[in-house]
């Protein structure tokens, strides 16, 4: 396509997420003969930004200071827009995440571009973008061509792999003016939700319970599970009603979407509003005790077990693979 594509780089406690690095493989098929060149905004944004800059990148633009110490929507979208200009990009990427959602929209206004959000599906065609993204809890899909311009795509984490690392390219700052318009909402504090535990949202790998885990102490079943795979630990609403787990970690119509590598969803019937949060996960496996259980019809793996047999025999193989390649 020969354009030049920005892609905007989201960290947490100064690691970049993998959903915006992934980008990186989208953002060289797009540009093709253009320039890929990527943003980090926050603290700690030197260090990400040496680490993305092996990802095929040929520049990488960090903003910090104490404006950007902390995420706040006005001064990131600044930033966004800024870096878009200094790079002369025509695309920007962003993966769908909370954050993406609430300041790419202002972004896209101020460059007057069309903007496509939480997109499954890329594909070039030409000088055109044409996407696919959900609609309606994923009961249809639509495509969308954006024709030319300057557009803004937010992409699901793990739609495309990441690449490898080569040569670095750059890393230099951006200065940043803000007005005064900027200035009129800031963030004074930022507080994690669900403590210290992985953000379903974020994760690889979801090992996900119902309310047939009965108690919190239960659970520890399935966090022993998704610690040796490296994973989060997911609820349904029924077991976050029953007060077993935090709302942070209700995957499904009210909760949240995600698209893993792998989702194991124990004890979970399958409800259509707990469908539309995880359909989109590359490989399912469902433990149920219940052969007739509607998870069944969107497991690649069905097991017809009691989890609370099953689930440590699995957390026991994948120590004992861990051990042999360790
Ligand atoms: C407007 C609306 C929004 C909603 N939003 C969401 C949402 O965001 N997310 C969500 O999850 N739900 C949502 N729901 C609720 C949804 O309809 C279901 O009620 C809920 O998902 C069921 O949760 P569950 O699978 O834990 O419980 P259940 O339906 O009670 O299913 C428990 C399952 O566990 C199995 N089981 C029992 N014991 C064992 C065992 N020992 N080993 C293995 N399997 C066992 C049973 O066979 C059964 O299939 C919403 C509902 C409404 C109306």
Do not use: W
Not at 75 to 97: C, D, G, I, P
Not at 223 to 230: I, P, R
């Amino acid at each position: 396509m020969g354009a030049n594509v920005l892609v905007y780089i989201e960290s947490r406690g100064g690691r970049a997420l993998a959903g915006s690095v992934q980008l990186l493989t989208l953002a060289a098929q797009i540009a093709a003969g253009g320039r890929v060149e990527a943003v980090v905004v926050g603290p700690d944004a030197a260090t990400i930004a040496a680490n993305v800059a092996k990802r095929g990148a040929a520049a990488v633009h960090t903003v910090e200071g104490e404006p950007f110490a902390m995420y706040g929507a006005l001064a990131y979208a600044r930033a966004v827009e800024q870096a878009m200009k200094q790079a002369q990009a025509s695309v920007l990427l962003l993966a769908t995440s909370e954050q993406s959602r609430d300041f790419a929209p202002r972004v896209a206004a101020r460059l007057n571009a069309t903007m496509a959000t939480d997109c499954t599906h890329v594909e070039i065609a030409g000088d055109a973008l044409r996407v696919q993204r959900p609609m309606y809890a994923r009961k249809c899909m639509v495509e969308i061509e954006m024709p030319g311009g300057v557009r803004v795509l937010s992409v699901r984490p793990n739609t495309f792999e990441a690449p490898g690392e080569g040569t670095p390219g750059s890393v230099s700052p951006l200065s940043v003016t803000l007005d005064a318009g900027d200035a009129k909402a800031r963030t004074l504090e930022s507080v994690r939700s669900g403590g210290q535990a992985m953000d379903v949202a974020e994760a690889d790998v979801i090992v996900t319970g119902g309310q047939s885990l009965k108690t919190t102490e239960n659970f520890k079943i399935l966090q022993e599970l998704a610690d040796e795979l490296d994973g989060a630990v997911g609820a349904t609403r029924a077991a976050v009603d029953a007060g077993l787990q935090p709302y942070p970690k209700q995957v499904g119509l009210t909760g949240k979407t995600v698209t893993p590598r792998l989702y194991i969803a124990c004890g979970v019937d399958g409800a259509v509003q707990h469908l539309a949060g995880m359909r989109g996960s590359k490989i399912v496996v469902a433990i149920n005790t219940k052969k007739e259980a509607p998870i069944f019809g969107e497991a690649t793996y069905g097991c017809v077990a009691d989890l609370f047999t099953l689930v440590p025999l699995i957390t026991q193989e994948v120590k004992k693979l861990h051990g042999a390649s360790a």
